[in-house]
């Protein structure tokens, strides 16, 4: 069963759970050779979002063009779990939202439009990030569009052989996309990678790589 949130407003401020915290948050390690300032974050992250991290604000208000990208999808369905109350002979009614009805597939691309928001507001030109499976890569890619920022994508190297069909959206997105390579010493990062992409392949799995690289 479905709810109807058609007539459910898309919030204009975030919820932050710094607020209502019972206890203080320890403070960040600085990096090595800095004074605990700030400056060991001001390099990878927009202050804005430093700020964000540190405030108790309980409301966040959300940039406009953010809320804006987010009213493309946004509200989600929500749905009762009907079969999970039966297995578990509840009586109470279980309800759950689903986030993958936009185009990285789960509620990742929440927060990567946000942060591309952000790092496009400070200036940055191209964001590089790394993905395991390809869903955080694809929510990154798909985040930056319309705030004219180039992304590189390092995807780990099983992934970006076994899933091809996740580095093509990426790329069809706009990504440069870069398998990740082993920095181990000894060669054995390597090594398994080769053991991994030289195993046979079941027919199935061969023409599901055929038909998600194939040309057009």
Known sequence: MSVNTHDISVPTHWYNVLADLPFELPPDIPA??????GESV???????????????RRSIP????VRARY?????TPLKRAHALERAIGTRSRIYYKYEGGNASGSHKLCTALAQAY????AGA????????????????RDGLSGFGLGCTVYMVNRSFHEKPYRKTIM???????????????????????HRATSR????RRSRTRCGTTAPG
């Open 118 to 121: 952000y790092y496009a507001t």
């Open 171 to 193: 790329s069809l997105y706009g990504a440069d996309v870069i398998p990740s390579r082993p920095a181990s010493a000894d060669g054995n990062g390597h090594a398994g990678i």
């Open 200 to 203: 046979t392949r079941s027919p």
């Open 32 to 37: 090595e050779n800095s004074t605990g300032r």
């Open 125 to 140: 030109t191209r964001l590089v990030t790394g993905t395991g499976a390809g869903q955080w890569g694809t929510a990154t």
């Open 42 to 56: 001001k390099l990878q992250l927009p202050m804005a979002m430093v700020r964000q991290s540190t405030t108790t």
């Open 62 to 65: 959300i940039p406009e063009p």
């Open 71 to 75: 009213l493309s999808w946004r509200p």
